[in-house]
């Protein structure tokens, strides 16, 4: 009879334990802190936003807005850090854990965010662009009146990319991604340039997590700032910047436009050059003498844009660049020099001109007088 007993009771555990449900794990999450000012929350599925308070969680393609004076801190759960100034709205498109960290998508419509990653990688979707960021420190603001996108870099890896190409840049560094021409539809490939100490300073005022990259950046600036001890002999030159035309530094070359070449103000310019063996990618460089560069990226040997893309007159230098299926570089071309002119300043649209005021028609000349004649009665009743 014990045994009995002991049997039921051990098949009345096992039934019982088969119910208990399974434990799940938790859901990547991102809290609000540090509010200040007018902070409005809403969640996907919301009509309205309401008043955010802290600690409170925002869920996959939920939106943050703030006021002229409201600011918060975003913590992710991989430790990453968003911080939305003044005057903002965006949205929280996914963030996903992948191999390496969490990959974070955000949309900013308006305003300013500042991202600090603690590993992984974040994109941010612009009215005129993406700009991306891996494993470091991003700043991206939208100009609310001209919708051109201003991206720093104060650490890592940074990209910036719009319909007409894209370029990578790193610490100190920074970019513009130009809005949509209205008239022409074009867009302007984006170039980049060193960071300003003010840019510098606003990292280091919005954000007290980067004061130690901040130190170790401006450093950087500072020596680069110091008067070398010996003059220089000649006036630094565009290709000190570009890789040498000695044969023995090519080892593909490019077909065309030819070196010396003088393009038109306008229209679209094919950029080739041979293939090299064991190339999965290529990515021009153009470079004019400002020092501003861009680059276009492509798996074949050729690349076609609108030469209005490179808006400034003058001379410009470009060189292409092999690399594997691993992202290795492999080898660079000689530079070839083309020459264009200055591009047209954006034509201000012309107003419609307005259509005239309707004839008014009265009960006489509806019948009689064009333009109100009713064929009717003038065959009738008009003279």
Not at 6 to 16: C, G, I, R, T, W
Not at 277 to 299: H, K
Not at 303 to 313: C, D, H, T
Not at 371 to 380: G, R
């Amino acid at each position: 009879m014990k045994i009995k007993a002991l049997l039921f009771l051990m098949a009345v555990s096992l039934v019982f334990a088969g119910c208990k449900p399974q434990a799940t794990p938790s859901p990547l999450s991102a809290s609000l802190s540090e509010l200040i000012g007018k902070v409005e929350i809403k969640q996907a599925g919301q009509d309205n936003f309401t008043p955010a308070a802290a600690d409170a969680p925002l869920q996959v393609n939920g939106q943050i807005q703030t006021g002229d004076d409201g600011r918060v801190r975003l913590d992710l759960s991989s430790g990453t850090i968003i911080r939305v100034a003044p005057s903002s709205l965006f949205t929280l498109i996914s963030n996903d854990e992948v191999e390496g960290g969490l990959a974070t998508k955000i949309k900013l419509q308006l305003g300013k965010v500042f991202i600090i990653l603690n590993g992984g990688s974040a994109d941010v979707e612009t009215p005129s662009g993406v700009a991306s960021v891996k494993g470091s420190y991003m700043k991206v603001e939208v100009d609310p009146e001209t919708q051109n996108v201003y991206v720093t870099c104060l650490e890592g890896d940074c990209n910036a990319s719009n319909e007409a190409g894209s370029v990578g840049f790193t610490r100190g560094e920074r970019t513009i991604l130009f809005a949509k021409d209205p008239v022409t539809g074009g867009w302007t490939v984006p170039v980049v340039g060193p960071m300003t100490p003010e840019e510098f300073q606003e990292w280091l005022d919005e954000n007290p997590e980067a004061k130690e990259v901040y130190d170790q950046a401006m450093g950087t600036l500072t020596a680069m700032a110091v008067p070398p001890t010996e003059t220089p002999t000649s006036t630094p030159t565009l290709e000190a910047a570009l890789p040498p035309t000695e044969a023995s530094s090519a080892c593909f070359k490019i077909i065309g436009p030819a070196s010396g070449s003088g393009l038109p103000k306008i229209g679209k310019i094919t950029f080739s050059w041979e293939s090299q063996p064991g190339a999965q990618n290529y990515v021009v460089t153009i470079t004019d003498v400002f020092g501003n560069s861009a680059r276009l990226e492509t798996p074949n040997t050729s690349v076609e844009k609108y030469v209005e893309i490179l808006p400034n007159g003058g001379d410009y230098e470009w060189f292409v660049t092999a690399f594997n299926a691993d992202g290795k570089e492999i080898c660079s071309t000689g530079s070839n020099s083309f020459s264009k002119p200055q591009g047209d300043p954006t034509a201000k649209p012309t107003k419609e001109p307005e259509a005239p005021d309707a004839p008014v028609c009265t009960e006489y000349n509806y019948i009689c007088q064009d333009p109100c004649v009713d064929p009717y009665y003038s065959s009738t009743n008009c003279n």
